[in-house]
């Protein structure tokens, strides 16, 4: 069995803690929170909330992402394994649509006209904002699997694999 390298064990605790737990918290607060009462940082608590999560979740897997381009020290996209390309692919999009997420919040419309009734570009973009993070918060969680995958198949010793695989769960 190979010994895991300091920064993929670092890549594996910053994306399983982002896509594996704080992301998709953040998305159930958004969907489940939005009758609470309380309030977070003066804002309602699902979107107090939603926001903290979120753009922590999005801090850690930038910083996960950022580690394991120094690993790869340019040969990223390469691997022995197809389950690390479809794993190292599939990743760049879930970073990307990950990333796109806080400038798509920024760019929000206002969500209603002078009347109160809810403007079309609102609704085309909480369908563009809601689609794009159900996706990332779906696929990263996958992604985080075939992670687990390719570290069987690289011959990682068995403990990292249990572990990640047991944390994912």
Same mark, same amino acid.
């Given at each position: 069995?190979? +010994?895991? +390298?300091?920064?993929?064990?670092?890549?594996?605790?910053?994306?399983?803690?982002?896509?594996?737990?704080?992301?998709?918290?953040?998305?159930?607060?958004?969907?489940? *929170?939005?009758?609470? +009462?309380?309030?977070? *940082?003066?804002? +309602?608590? $699902?979107?107090?909330?939603?926001?903290?999560? *979120?753009?922590?979740? $999005?801090?850690?897997?930038?910083?996960?992402?950022?580690?394991?381009?120094?690993?790869?020290?340019?040969?990223?996209?390469?691997?022995?394994?197809?389950?690390?390309?479809?794993?190292?692919?599939?990743?760049?999009?879930?970073?990307?649509?990950?990333?796109? *997420?806080?400038?798509?919040?920024?760019?929000?419309?206002?969500?209603?006209?002078?009347?109160?009734?809810?403007?079309?570009?609102?609704?085309? $973009?909480?369908?563009?904002?809601?689609?794009?993070?159900?996706?990332?918060?779906?696929?990263g969680p996958i992604n985080c699997v075939l992670a687990v995958i390719l570290s069987a198949s690289l011959g990682y010793v068995t403990s990292f694999t249990a572990t990640t695989g047991v944390i994912l769960g």
């Open positions: 069995a190979l +010994p895991v +390298p300091a920064l993929v064990t670092a890549h594996a605790v910053f994306m399983l803690l982002s896509w594996g737990l704080i992301l998709p918290a953040g998305v159930v607060v958004a969907r489940t *929170q939005r009758n609470n +009462p309380a309030k977070v *940082q003066g804002a +309602p608590l $699902w979107f107090g909330l939603h926001r903290i999560l *979120q753009y922590s979740g $999005w801090t850690l897997q930038l910083a996960g992402f950022a580690i394991i381009l120094a690993q790869k020290n340019g040969s990223h996209f390469q691997s022995s394994a197809t389950v690390g390309l479809v794993h190292m692919f599939f990743g760049l999009v879930i970073v990307i649509v990950g990333t796109l *997420q806080p400038l798509n919040a920024f760019f929000r419309p206002h969500p209603t006209d002078p009347e109160g009734n809810k403007t079309a570009n609102r609704k085309k $973009w909480e369908m563009l904002h809601k689609g794009c993070g159900y996706f990332a918060v779906m696929g």
